[in-house]
């Protein structure tokens, strides 16, 4: 129904962005990644749209490229993987990054994507090795932020009142050091968000 969205950045959120277009305002889920791309409050941008229609709800998914909108109908042909499991894992890792992975078949760097569980991404090398066409961003102007691992810890503790440059710093000390902890390998995916989200507690604590 809709190709794209040019308007007024008039806010930002967690995995959110807001639109202003001539007195209507969109409310557009995008990816954390896509989210530092896209200009400041107050300017214009062109944000590319796909809508997901269900009898409960109707959301507008943005992305800052054609490219990131490609990537992500590449995702969501994975069985399993639905717009917000898609959205998630975009949001935490570069579509180059994933292609690479996904070509020389590292089921246990795949793993590691937060969004990506062992039986998903058995599934993606399967339906995706080989198959993504990336494409350059002409309009890619702004180089994206490395992405932070654990977006969903991060968003619980900014709900929390912290400020999320210093939440993000938290976590990503936390989970690097439990990167290198064995047993912190073998946690399932919900443990492992339990235990970086309390230590990160710890952490700006302190």
């Known amino acids: ?21 001539h007195g209507i305002e969109w409310d557009i889920t995008v990816s954390d990644s896509a989210l530092d791309r896209f200009p400041p409050v107050g300017e ?3 944000v590319y749209t796909w809508m997901q229609h269900t009898d409960q709800l ?33 949001g935490n890792i570069q579509a180059s990054d994933l292609a690479k992975i ?36 002409s309009s890619a102007s702004v180089p ?10 991060v968003a619980g503790l900014v709900s929390m009142g912290y400020d999320r440059k210093i939440a993000e710093q938290a976590v990503s000390s936390v989970s690097r050091r439990a990167g290198e902890d064995e047993k912190f390998a073998a946690y399932s995916e919900k443990e492992r968000e339990d235990y970086v989200f309390r230590q990160s507690l710890v952490e700006l604590a302190q």
């Open 1 to 21: 129904m809709f190709n794209s969205l040019t308007g007024t950045v008039s806010g930002k959120g967690p995995q959110k962005i807001f639109i202003d277009t």
């Open 44 to 46: 214009s941008a062109k």
């Open 58 to 90: 109707m959301t507008l998914f943005g992305f800052f490229s054609e490219s990131e909108r490609n990537l992500f109908f590449d995702l969501l042909k994975v069985d399993g993987i639905g717009p917000k499991a898609a959205m998630k894992i975009l």
């Open 102 to 137: 996904l070509d020389s078949g590292d089921l246990e760097s795949l793993q590691k994507v937060p969004g990506v569980g062992k039986k998903t991404a058995a599934k993606m090398l399967l339906q995706l090795k080989g198959k993504l066409h990336l494409e350059e961003d």
């Open 144 to 153: 994206a932020k490395q992405a932070v691992p654990y977006e969903d810890v």
